[in-house]
């Protein structure tokens, strides 16, 4: 049996918009029904316009659809992502997550395995503190933690964090050898989910 994958993210300059589509890549190429979402925009307009980047990524990225809980109620797994905000995810994603409470107490998060994925302006700029500070909210929804790892030889090429996979963004656009580990993550997470679906 197939999975139903949401991949999940919020992304201002376009880094962790790379990343989440090659996540969504990776579970399509193991069988997965994929969707790909984004979090609405919160900053205001004064501070989106004041970098020429961000104002070109939301302008690139309107046809996204936005998420919504039902995304969460219909998939069997989780991708979830954020670039870094002082070692945290950002307030968007963040807002999102917050909203899941209803979800939470009917358990629908339980039981279904999910990863995470970032991106902050230099390696050790909160790539890992980002990605355990998301895995938080997964621990209180009964989710299970479907981390990379050292699973596969791809990791090591986009910098070897075993917690998922993270890009440097001020060395530019992810990498072809971070986009591969990107969809190693997401093929590992459709695979782990279509197993659990096949038990259960």
């Known amino acids: 049996m197939s999975a139903k994958v949401a991949v999940i993210y919020y992304s201002s300059t376009g880094n962790v918009h790379q ?3 090659a996540v969504a890549e990776g579970a399509e190429k193991a069988g997965a ?5 984004r979090v609405p925009e919160l900053a205001p307009d004064a501070a989106i316009d004041a970098n020429p980047a961000w104002r070109e990524h939301v302008e690139a990225t309107k046809d996204v659809e936005v998420a919504t809980l039902d995304d969460l109620e219909w998939a069997d ?19 999102y997550l917050d909203t899941t409470g209803g979800l939470w107490q009917q358990g629908v998060m339980a039981d279904k395995p999910a990863t995470g994925f970032t991106s902050a302006h230099n390696a050790n700029g909160g790539n890992e503190s980002t990605l355990l500070a998301l895995y938080n909210t997964l621990h209180h929804w009964g989710s299970i933690i479907v981390s990379p790892g050292y699973t596969n030889p791809v990791v090591y090429g986009a910098g070897g ?10 060395a530019g656009a ?10 190693y993550q997401g093929e590992r997470l459709a695979r782990i989910a279509a197993r659990l679906s096949d038990e259960s």
């Open 19 to 21: 990343l989440a589509k």
């Open 33 to 37: 029904e994929v969707r790909l979402r």
């Open 77 to 95: 797994a989780y991708a979830l992502g954020s670039p870094t905000r002082f070692g945290n995810i950002a307030a968007q994603l963040k807002q």
């Open 161 to 170: 964090n075993p917690y998922g996979t993270s890009h440097p963004g001020g």
């Open 174 to 183: 992810p990498a072809d050898e971070t986009l591969e580990a990107a969809r």
